[in-house]
Antibody, heavy 121, light 110 residues
């Protein structure tokens, strides 16, 4: 059973960089075929896709966030990470990591529990 | 790319059937049979209920079904149960390796 777990600071100051890591267990991140995603949910609002990474390092980002987002992968640690720069209060959200089975499916079958990140001075 | 449009809320009584719509455009829902649906209970992570328009993952009740007509996808829940009360989100592939979510629908079981 694949499990994903987000970790990182729960409080980030405005203009700084938000950094989160997702640790995958129960399967290898580099076993191929899967895309590893970040998705966020503003308080009381809907879901917003942030981007994907493939184990090879290929990335795909939401155009609305592309200029501020970097997703990277560390296959040796079975982790992938999110960096969001120049954050504002509008980036306060619960951040989820999730798995897309790949193969042109574009859905998310496993999710982390989510972590709340608050942007405030 | 704009979010897909869902009704803010729907309701039904136990045993009834309800349908939640998800309206997109010819660039997303209308062009691909790649709509997925997620159930989210308060304080929990979303759970995949339907993928590729109408397929159910193992373990999801057959009371949940998905369909599509034109630019609108639909999730139908039959035999409504109290445990179905949750928020539901649709998601569609929108081309260029981009996906877009709907704004979510709150289902109330009366």
């Amino acid at each position: 059973q694949v499990q994903l777990q987000e970790s990182g600071p729960g409080l980030v100051k405005p203009s700084q960089t938000l950094s989160l890591t997702c640790t995958v267990s129960g399967g290898s991140i580099s076993s191929g075929g899967y895309y590893w995603s970040w998705i966020r949910q503003h308080p009381g609002k809907g879901l917003e896709w942030i981007g994907y990474i493939y184990y090879s390092g290929s990335t795909y980002y939401n155009p609305s966030l592309k200029s501020r987002v970097t997703i990277s992968v560390d296959t040796s640690k079975n982790q992938f990470s999110l960096k969001l720069s120049s954050v504002t209060a509008a980036d306060t959200a619960v951040y989820y990591c999730a798995r897309d089975p790949g193969g042109g499916s574009y859905y998310f079958d496993y999710w982390g529990q989510g972590t709340l990140v608050t942007v405030s001075s | 790319q704009s979010a897909l449009t869902q009704p803010a809320s729907v309701s039904g009584s136990p045993g009834q059937s309800i349908t939640i719509s998800c309206t997109g455009t010819s660039s997303d829902v209308g062009s691909y049979n790649l709509v997925s649906w997620y159930q989210q209970h308060p304080g929990k992570a979303p759970k995949l209920m339907i993928y590729e328009g109408s397929k159910r993952p193992s373990g999801v009740s057959n009371r949940f079904s998905g369909s599509k007509s034109g630019n609108t996808a639909s999730l139908t829940i039959s035999g409504l149960q109290a445990e179905d009360e949750a928020d539901y989100y649709c998601c569609s592939y929108a081309g260029s390796s981009y996906v877009v979510f709907g704004g979510g629908t709150k289902l109330t079981v009366l």
